[in-house]
């Protein structure tokens, strides 16, 4: 059961891409930072149940991506000068983690808790729910660039994935451009999940030394 789960392991970063996929058709697009109290209170109290199922499975989906990072981490430190790199992957999945489900947590706290909040709180934790995006875009970057390096120098996967997630690290920086290059980012994520997958093959067990040596040995 452990080797299959194994095996499946890389998987979740096709998990990872359907959860974040439902959870932003789900949730709608929430008001900007900047929005007035008025409009802050009056979307989470149309959108109420999407925002709170959008932030329960935005939570779940970035658990997952620290699992799928740390089955790339596994594959990648096959290669032995990916190794330093590998925990640069995992350490910016899990500060992506750590930024959406406390963003989610405070989106899901706003529209679940609305009408016990005034209008001024209401408008503050929108706006924290916009700028709580950052560790998202931090660990994204750490993740890409990471994982690019990690392909370049020697990975088993193809390089133009290596490339790619380079030119994703550079680009989640600039603002206007970041969230279109997380929604790159998840189809990555899913294309490196399917390649693993399919170039690690079935655990094969070996064959005891004594019972190796028996197959061997002559007949007397």
């Given at each position: 059961?452990?080797?299959?789960?194994?095996?499946?392991?890389p998987l979740t970063?096709?998990?990872?891409?359907?959860?974040?996929?439902?959870?932003?058709?789900?949730?709608?697009?929430?008001?900007?930072?900047?929005?007035?109290?008025?409009?802050?209170?009056?979307?989470?109290?149309?959108?109420?149940?999407?925002?709170?199922?959008?932030?329960?499975?935005?939570?779940?989906?970035?658990?997952?991506?620290?699992?799928?990072?740390?089955?790339?981490?596994?594959?990648?430190?096959?290669t032995a000068t990916?190794?330093?790199?590998?925990?640069?992957?995992?350490?910016?999945?899990?500060?992506?983690?750590?930024?959406?489900?406390?963003?989610?947590?405070?989106?899901?706290?706003?529209?679940?808790?609305?009408?016990?909040?005034?209008?001024?709180?209401?408008?503050?934790?929108?706006?924290?729910?916009?700028?709580?995006?950052?560790?998202?875009?931090?660990?994204?970057?750490?993740?890409?660039?990471?994982?690019?390096?990690?392909?370049?120098?020697?990975?088993?996967?193809?390089?133009?994935?290596?490339?790619v997630a380079i030119?994703?690290?550079?680009?989640?920086?600039?603002?206007?451009?970041?969230?279109?290059?997380?929604?790159?980012?998840?189809?990555?994520?899913?294309?490196?999940?399917?390649?693993?997958?399919?170039?690690?093959?079935?655990?094969?067990?070996?064959?005891?030394?004594?019972?190796?040596?028996?197959?061997?040995?002559?007949?007397?």
């Amino acid at each position: 059961m452990s080797d299959r789960l194994s095996r499946l392991a890389p998987l979740t970063g096709v998990l990872f891409a359907v959860l974040t996929v439902v959870a932003i058709f789900t949730g709608g697009e929430t008001p900007d930072a900047n929005a007035s109290s008025a409009k802050v209170i009056a979307y989470y109290g149309a959108h109420r149940s999407g925002v709170e199922t959008s932030a329960i499975l935005f939570a779940l989906a970035f658990l997952v991506l620290v699992l799928f990072a740390g089955s790339l981490r596994s594959y990648l430190c096959r290669t032995a000068t990916a190794e330093g790199l590998a925990a640069i992957v995992l350490a910016g999945a899990v500060i992506m983690a750590v930024g959406a489900m406390t963003g989610g947590g405070v989106e899901y706290g706003l529209a679940h808790n609305l009408s016990r909040l005034t209008p001024a709180t209401a408008q503050t934790l929108n706006l924290l729910t916009n700028e709580l995006f950052l560790p998202i875009i931090g660990g994204a970057f750490l993740f890409a660039i990471a994982s690019g390096l990690a392909i370049l120098r020697g990975a088993q996967l193809p390089k133009w994935l290596g490339w790619v997630a380079i030119v994703m690290g550079i680009a989640v920086l600039i603002p206007p451009v970041s969230f279109p290059v997380l929604l790159v980012f998840v189809i990555w994520s899913v294309v490196v999940s399917i390649m693993i997958y399919l170039r690690t093959g079935p655990a094969t067990s070996t064959p005891p030394a004594d019972a190796a040596s028996a197959l061997g040995a002559p007949s007397g």
